[in-house]
């Protein structure tokens, strides 16, 4: 009679996420002060996207992944004078569509994932866009950032959207020391104190985009040069 075969160990169980460190009295004044200070600055920031209504916000976020938003702008200039609801959309087909975004990156990619997802929101949903997260998600080419974009820019969900320009100015100000934007995100969200959330999107990113820039941050432009605990690295760079 055969031996028998040992028994598989048991998978080790998965370690639950960390929860994020709370904020000692010191770094939580510093937090409300940086995002004060932006507050002043900018009181309404905004999407550097154009559009015109709910789907056309999908549409050009879905088509500024790996592209400017100044690249964005210049296409859908035209498509959305041409299309800026889904049925002009599905009209308008894959082949239609690629002459107006051509100048962006992954262009076939994106003009089928938006044919793809204005079917859906016109079988579905009435040819309007649903505005609850699982269901932006569900949508081709309509990822977590994305959705967390226009769920923002709405008003909707006090979302962030972790990009390169924010995830290098959170780590750069010590709000997140996350390895994944889902982990500077879930550490952005726990420590922004509540009447900044809906704006705080827009602050890093315009702030990472426009001072805090990748090679030679530009502190003496910087309204929190005071307050980032990294500045001392760039000075005279």
């Known amino acids: ?32 002060a940086l995002f004060s200070r932006f507050a002043q600055t900018a009181p309404d920031p905004r999407t550097e996207l154009d559009f015109k209504n709910p ?11 790996q592209a400017t938003d100044k690249m964005v702008n210049k296409a859908t200039d035209k ?14 087909g894959e082949e239609g569509l690629i002459p107006f975004i051509a100048s962006i990156g992954l262009y076939r990619t994106k003009a089928r994932n938006v044919i793809a997802l204005s079917r859906i929101l016109l079988d579905q949903y009435g040819g309007q866009v649903p505005l609850k997260r699982e269901a932006l998600q569900a949508l081709p080419g309509v990822g977590r950032k994305t959705a967390s974009v226009v769920l923002n820019e ?7 959207a972790v990009d390169t320009h924010v995830f290098r100015v959170a780590h750069r100000l010590k709000l997140s020391a996350g390895k994944t934007p889902d982990q500077v995100e879930h550490d952005l ?21 426009y001072v805090c820039v990748a090679r030679k941050p530009k502190c003496a432009e910087c309204v929190v040069a005071d307050l980032c605990p990294s500045r001392e690295l760039f000075l005279g760079a």
């Open 55 to 65: 789907y056309t916000l999908v549409v050009a976020v879905a088509l500024s992944a």
């Open 189 to 209: 969200t726990a420590i922004i104190p509540k009447p900044y959330l809906t704006r705080a999107h827009h602050w890093l990113i315009l702030h990472g985009r």
């Open 154 to 160: 709405l008003d909707i969900e006090p979302a962030i």
């Open 1 to 32: 009679m055969p031996a028998a075969k040992p028994k598989p160990a048991p998978r080790p169980a998965r370690k639950p996420a960390k929860r994020p460190r709370r904020a000692s009295p010191a770094q939580a004044a510093r937090i409300e």
């Open 79 to 92: 498509l959305f004078a041409v299309a800026d609801n889904p049925a002009d959309m599905v009209a308008l």
